[in-house]
C-alpha cells in the first residue's frame, strides 16, 4: 500500500504563489504517473498536473503557464510538489496528490490507485 501525504496549502492574495508537497512511501521506478488534482465544493475531481517516469508532464489548460509540477527521488523518500504562480481566487480547491504504477498519465484520467487526504488551498481576491 502506497501512502502520500500532502503539505504546503494555506491562503494566500491573488497574485501569491504557494508550493505543495506530496511524500510517497514509494520509489520513482516503481511510479508510472504521479498527479495533482483539485476538487471544487459540489464539483469532481480535475486534473491539474501530472508527471510520467520519465519526467513528461501535462497541464490542464486552466493553469499553463502558471503552476509546475516536479519530482525528487533524491533521498529516500519520492517527493512531489506543486509550484503555484501567480494565483487566482477560482484555483481555491482542495488539492490532492495522486499517484499510479501503471496508468496512462495525463490530467483527463481520474482512475489513479493511489491517493492523499488532501490540503486546501484559498486564494482571495
Known amino acids: 500500500q502506497v501512502q502520500l501525504v500532502e503539505s504546503g496549502g494555506g491562503s494566500v492574495q491573488a497574485g501569491g504563489s504557494l508550493v505543495l508537497s506530496c511524500a510517497a512511501s514509494a520509489s520513482l521506478p516503481s511510479m508510472n504517473c504521479m498527479a495533482w488534482f483539485r476538487q471544487f465544493p459540489g464539483k469532481e475531481r480535475e486534473g491539474v498536473a501530472t508527471i510520467r517516469r520519465d519526467g513528461y508532464t501535462t497541464y490542464a489548460d486552466s493553469v499553463k503557464g502558471r503552476f509546475t509540477i516536479s519530482q525528487d527521488n533524491a533521498k529516500s523518500t519520492l517527493y512531489l510538489y506543486l509550484q503555484m504562480n501567480s494565483l487566482k481566487p477560482e484555483d481555491t480547491a482542495m488539492y490532492y496528490c495522486?499517484?499510479?504504477?501503471?496508468?496512462?498519465?495525463?490530467?483527463?484520467?481520474?482512475?489513479?490507485?493511489?491517493w492523499g487526504q488532501g490540503t486546501q488551498v484559498t486564494v482571495s481576491s
Open positions: 495522486a499517484a499510479d504504477p501503471w496508468a496512462d498519465c495525463s490530467v483527463s484520467n481520474r482512475g489513479l490507485n493511489y
